[in-house]
């Protein structure tokens, strides 16, 4: 296989796997009515400044997807809405208490899920896998800055 395919199927592959076990942990600490989704949209709210035209391009999806979305998660409890400063018509979103107790649970569950990973590969070489997995992820709200 060519590299530029096992590179491709091989961080497809972990990042489901991760996408997979993060969900399966945060469902198993009662936020059963979450899907992998809602995860994404939990990194990009709790970024801030988000508006559901953000988030529709942060997810890749339509602004009535997003809508649709965003809707589902007020009603649930994590999501609350907040009046913009600068635009009368968009709206910023923001994670409620419980929102902010989902995404601890997601952080905690990455840290769980990754612990295997960090041990079979040693601290160096797992934080030179992170920096340089840093150095290809694209500039955007969610890149982590260091």
Known sequence: ????????????????HLVQEIHTRVSQQGFEDLRPAHGFAFARISAGGATTAD????????KQAAAQLVEELVRKGYV????HPHDARARLLALTGTGR???RAADEAAGAVVAPWRESLGEERFGAL????????????LRPAW
Do not use: I, Q
Not at 1 to 16: E, I, K, N, P, Q
């Open 1 to 16: 296989m060519d590299d530029a395919l096992a590179f491709s199927a091989l961080v497809l592959t972990l990042s489901g």
């Open 55 to 62: 988030l529709a391009e942060h997810l890749g999806v339509t």
């Open 80 to 83: 609350e809405r907040h009046p």
């Open 101 to 103: 107790a989902a995404t």
């Open 130 to 141: 992170v920096a340089d997995l840093a150095r290809l992820t694209p500039p955007g709200p």
